[in-house]
């Protein structure tokens, strides 16, 4: 049987698909398949998986567009392999991705899923950097614990690499009531039963284009609010009053004062839960905090209002006393013209 099994769904997606696959297949790891699952194409994705005669590539075609959850899922049904790795069809791995990712998981039975850091482009040529050594990791399995809670984990799923066994035995699949935010889903029903982590290198081209899912962001982000509102009920035995995930990109400082209220609301649950360090979810609720603060800033509305509103929460203020809270707070101070 092979070590890994490379999952690819694709739907007419003939324009990047043969420089998926020879990435794929030249892999220094060569122990592996490759499913391919045709989600009813009507373009020449057929005819190029056809064009390899590749004995390690196992074709499936489903009898209508059932959508990415479903392929998924059947590639999953359909695999031999100890590790699941996410291929997405318009995207480059390095050659030396199957051999760093399965030699960390074999290192570290505690890990279901290892991923690693992307770089994004759109077309042009890809140069990889050579990896000369082990990489570490980006930050520890326990920050993204803490961080997945704030919708920031040091995750990425177009690069992941999946422990099948975690996923036999705790029946996880991918939930077809959610077209984009799927990896969410993933993370959410992995995080209280294994060790998740990224990898510190780029073993992944992460392709942007014109018709990627990852554009409709507003879409995405109203699915996450649902997978963490069941999450949260779930996990911790509460619902979430409002949205985590701030759905527009123009941010308001009526959506900034929701997300205050929704993170103190969070932070009040889950800080005394056995699992979770109360430190790292006020830090991870910072972080979150500080991006969607730069996105008021960047709408010119009311910034010193939004300014005071971040430091004067109850909760998060306490992170004021961390070094990278200090340096945000001066150059914050500095930025509005506000004198501390």
Same mark, same amino acid.
């Given at each position: 049987?092979?070590?890994?099994?490379?999952?690819?769904?694709?739907?007419?997606?003939?324009?990047?698909?043969?420089?998926?696959?020879?990435?794929?297949?030249?892999?220094?790891?060569?122990?592996?398949?490759?499913?391919?699952?045709?989600?009813?194409s009507?373009?020449?994705?057929?005819?190029?998986?056809?064009?390899?005669?590749?004995?390690?590539?196992?074709?499936?075609?489903n009898?209508?567009?059932?959508?990415?959850?479903?392929?998924?899922?059947?590639?999953?049904?359909?695999?031999?392999?100890?590790?699941?790795?996410?291929?997405?069809?318009?995207?480059?791995?390095?050659?030396?991705? !199957?051999?760093?990712?399965? @030699?960390?998981?074999?290192?570290? #039975? *505690?890990v279901?899923?290892?991923?690693?850091? &992307? $770089?994004? %482009?759109n077309?042009?040529?890809?140069?990889?950097?050579?990896?000369?050594?082990?990489?570490?990791?980006?930050h520890?399995?326990?920050?993204?614990?803490?961080?997945?809670?704030?919708?920031?984990?040091?995750?990425?799923?177009?690069?992941?690499?999946?422990?099948?066994?975690?996923?036999?035995?705790?029946?996880?699949r991918?939930?077809?009531?959610?077209?984009?935010?799927?990896?969410?889903?993933?993370?959410?029903?992995?995080?209280?039963?294994?060790?998740?982590?990224?990898?510190?290198?780029?073993?992944?081209?992460y392709?942007?284009?014109?018709?990627? !899912?990852?554009?409709?962001? @507003?879409?995405?982000?109203?699915? #996450? *609010?649902?997978?963490?509102?069941?999450?949260? &009920? $779930?996990? %911790?035995?509460?619902?979430?009053?409002?949205?985590?995930?701030?759905?527009?990109?123009?941010?308001?400082?009526?959506?900034?004062?929701?997300?205050?209220?929704?993170?103190?609301?969070?932070?009040?649950?889950?800080?005394?839960?056995?699992?979770?360090?109360?430190?790292?979810?006020?830090?991870?609720?910072?972080?979150?905090?500080?991006?969607?603060?730069?996105?008021?800033?960047?709408?010119?509305?009311?910034?010193?209002?939004?300014?005071?509103?971040?430091?004067?929460?109850?909760?998060?203020?306490?992170?004021?006393?961390?070094?990278?809270?200090?340096?945000?707070?001066?150059?914050? @101070?500095?930025?509005?013209?506000?004198?501390?």
């Amino acid at each position: 049987m092979p070590k890994v099994t490379v999952m690819t769904p694709i739907y007419n997606g003939e324009k990047y698909l043969r420089e998926m696959m020879d990435s794929i297949l030249h892999q220094t790891m060569q122990d592996f398949e490759l499913i391919i699952i045709n989600d009813g194409s009507t373009d020449s994705t057929e005819a190029i998986v056809m064009s390899y005669s590749d004995p390690r590539i196992r074709y499936f075609v489903n009898d209508a567009n059932r959508g990415i959850a479903y392929s998924y899922n059947r590639a999953i049904a359909e695999s031999r392999g100890e590790f699941l790795a996410v291929a997405e069809s318009d995207d480059i791995s390095h050659p030396r991705r !199957f051999e760093i990712q399965t @030699a960390y998981m074999q290192a570290n #039975a *505690n890990v279901g899923l290892v991923c690693s850091k &992307q $770089k994004v %482009f759109n077309a042009g040529m890809v140069q990889f950097q050579k990896i000369n050594a082990p990489p570490s990791i980006t930050h520890s399995a326990k920050q993204n614990k803490h961080a997945l809670l704030f919708y920031s984990p040091g995750i990425r799923h177009a690069s992941a690499m999946y422990r099948k066994s975690t996923f036999t035995e705790h029946k996880i699949r991918y939930n077809p009531d959610y077209k984009i935010s799927n990896d969410y889903y993933i993370y959410t029903n992995l995080n209280s039963i294994t060790d998740m982590v990224c990898l510190d290198c780029f073993l992944l081209h992460y392709r942007i284009h014109e018709s990627n !899912f990852s554009h409709n962001m @507003a879409e995405s982000n109203r699915e #996450a *609010n649902v997978i963490y509102q069941k999450f949260f &009920q $779930k996990e %911790f035995g509460f619902s979430m009053q409002g949205k985590l995930v701030l759905e527009s990109e123009q941010i308001s400082l009526s959506d900034f004062a929701e997300y205050i209220a929704v993170a103190n609301h969070v932070l009040t649950h889950t800080r005394k839960h056995p699992d979770y360090d109360k430190n790292l979810l006020v830090n991870a609720a910072a972080n979150l905090g500080y991006k969607y603060l730069k996105a008021v800033m960047k709408s010119g509305i009311n910034n010193k209002q939004a300014f005071h509103l971040y430091r004067q929460t109850p909760l998060l203020h306490r992170m004021d006393n961390a070094k990278k809270n200090r340096l945000w707070a001066k150059y914050f @101070a500095w930025h509005l013209g506000i004198k501390k």
